[in-house]
């Protein structure tokens, strides 16, 4: 089993930014998909940013409204998963999920049916 547990979000003002946290333990393969999701009121979860480690190497994607403004990266050392959220607008508001699964390479999915492990999710509201 893996637990998965986020922190960070906060509220903040719109072009502030933000940095989650995203905690692992138990076991986690070192071949992994990690992702980042966020739901808000009323919407249907969507991915925001995957990133794959392995053999393969490492490969990060992202949902087309965040590029440029978000970055994911992991600290293997850690078992921690990050999104770094500059620029932040308020329609980024939302509860932001981080999730894990093992097994595949290509991790980038915009449905929550693709991961196996969630955490509990950290909210993020930007006002403007």
């Known amino acids: 089993q893996v637990q998965l547990a986020e922190s960070g979000g906060d509220s903040v003002q719109a072009g502030g930014s933000l940095r989650l946290s995203c905690v692992a333990s138990?076991?986690?393969?070192?071949?992994?998909?990690m992702e980042w999701f966020r739901q808000a009121p009323g919407k249907t979860r969507e991915g925001v940013a995957s990133i794959y480690t392995g053999a393969g190497g490492r490969s990060t994607s992202y949902a087309d409204p965040v590029k440029g403004r978000f970055t994911i990266s992991q600290d293997h050392a850690k078992n921690t998963l990050y999104l770094q959220m500059n620029n932040l607008k308020p329609e980024d508001t939302a509860m932001y999920y981080c999730?894990?699964?093992?097994?595949?390479?290509?991790?980038?999915?915009?449905?929550?049916?693709?991961?196996?492990?969630w955490g509990q999710g950290t909210q993020v509201t930007v006002s403007s």
């Open positions: 999730a894990a699964d093992f097994g595949r390479s290509d991790c980038w999915s915009d449905s929550a049916s693709e991961y196996k492990y």
């Open positions: 138990g076991y986690v393969y070192a071949s992994r998909c």
